[in-house]
């Protein structure tokens, strides 16, 4: 079993950054695809970046692309967000995901694992 737990998330002015950690139990994270997702009030949930176990591969959604990074530290179980040039359409409630198994799909649909989401609102 695999626990995740997000942090960093808060109130921020547009223009302004944040970084979101998701720090994960288990010895098996570095086989883990992990994403971040998010949800706006009355939006579907989107998928925002992805990272591959070795994190020679990323993703991002259009909307990001170019202000967030995502990075992950295989040796502290940690997956990060790093997020600049926030907007006010980035609020949002953002949860980090894992994925063990492989995918044939990039990037990979379908999560194992989720954390319980940290509220980001970006003020104008």
């Known amino acids: 079993q695999v626990q995740l737990v997000e942090s960093g998330g808060g109130l921020v002015q547009a223009g302004g950054s944040l970084r979101l950690s998701c720090a994960a139990s288990?010895?098996?994270?570095?086989?883990?695809?992990m994403g971040w997702f998010r949800q706006a009030p009355g939006k579907e949930r989107e998928c925002v970046a992805v990272?591959?176990?070795?994190?020679?591969?990323?993703y991002y959604a259009n909307s990001v692309k170019g202000r967030f990074t995502i990075s992950r530290d295989n040796a502290k179980n940690t997956v990060y967000l790093q997020m600049n040039s926030l907007k006010p359409e980035d609020t949002a409630v953002y949860y980090c995901?894992?994925?063990?198994?492989?995918?044939?799909?990039?990037?990979?649909?379908?999560?194992?694992?989720w954390g319980q989401g940290t509220q980001v609102t970006v003020s104008s």
């Open positions: 995901a894992g994925r063990l198994r492989a995918s044939g799909s990039w990037p990979p649909v379908g999560y194992d694992y």
């Open positions: 288990g010895r098996t994270f570095s086989a883990y695809y």
């Open positions: 990272i591959s176990w070795s994190g020679g591969s990323t």
